[in-house]
């Protein structure tokens, strides 16, 4: 896939160009995004088992990278229920699948992430392009995404199931994100409430979201999508990122 100078360059092919990168999951993601404990155990091993499934987006003009695409291949049935609880159990699934031989037979995304430099070069239905590139060159039959919708931060207590199907006066969905992958031909899924488990001592929420939780109880905080669970006698705060199901059409 190419867009003018722009091109999809896998890390199996170039892994030297993520080092332009090296800092942009602190860039993209809030503090406490990159402490789940699924996410954490398997993130770091995505270069090294899937590398022909993580991707930048790159300038070969300037030599820039202009984003970055992470995904995974998995496998699933086809039917709604099947695409799974969210990120967490995708990720595990799919690790499984890979360690036990398994044939994958579709392509779930994890990320796309842009610096904010770029973020006003339209890179976002790109990065999308490019994974609907990697499933049709891996001969997988689909793309489905677990989506965060970026806009949801601003109703953090407002359910994902009815956050998701909102729209704006033209009829198109109210997230911006959610309206990126629709506007490619995408379908909405189902709701994922529980996406994606963080759960710290309380000490280290506080210094994540620079906020006091003097006592148990729910808690909205900046930049989640969802209230905070606190409970002070057992030291825990516990957050469930909610997503919602994305599902693309086969890849030409």
Not at 32 to 47: D, K, M, T
Not at 134 to 143: E, K, N, P, Q, V
């Amino acid at each position: 896939m190419a867009c003018m100078a722009v091109t999809v360059v896998r890390y199996s092919e170039r892994p030297e160009l993520w080092e332009q990168i090296a800092q942009l999951p602190e860039e993209a993601w809030p503090e406490y995004n990159v402490h789940g404990e699924v996410i954490n155990r398997y993130w770091p091993l995505l270069y090294g088992r899937f590398a022909d499934y993580q991707f930048v987006l790159y300038d070969g003009e300037r030599d820039e990278v202009l984003a970055e695409g992470q995904t995974i291949p998995c496998a699933w049935d086809g039917t709604l229920h099947g695409l799974g609880p969210g990120i967490d159990d995708t990720m595990t699934n799919a690790f499984g699948l890979h360690e036990s031989g398994g044939r994958p037979d579709t392509l779930c995304a994890l990320a796309a992430k842009i610096p904010r430099r770029h973020q006003e070069k339209r890179l976002a239905a790109v990065v999308l392009t490019g994974m609907a590139d990697i499933a049709r060159r891996s001969r997988l039959r689909i793309l489905i995404a677990p989506v965060r919708p970026n806009r949801k931060d601003r109703y953090p207590i407002t359910p994902i199931e009815r956050y998701v199907r909102w729209t704006r006066d033209d009829g198109s969905a109210f997230d911006p994100w959610i309206r990126v992958h629709l506007r490619l031909g995408a379908t909405l899924g189902p709701s994922l409430p529980r996406s994606m488990r963080i759960a710290a001592g309380v000490a280290e929420w506080e210094t994540w979201t620079g906020m006091r939780f003097p006592e148990s109880g729910d808690y909205v905080f900046p930049a989640g999508l969802a209230p905070l669970h606190v409970d002070t006698e057992r030291d825990l705060g516990e957050y469930w990122e909610p997503n919602v199901w994305l599902v693309h059409p086969p890849p030409a």
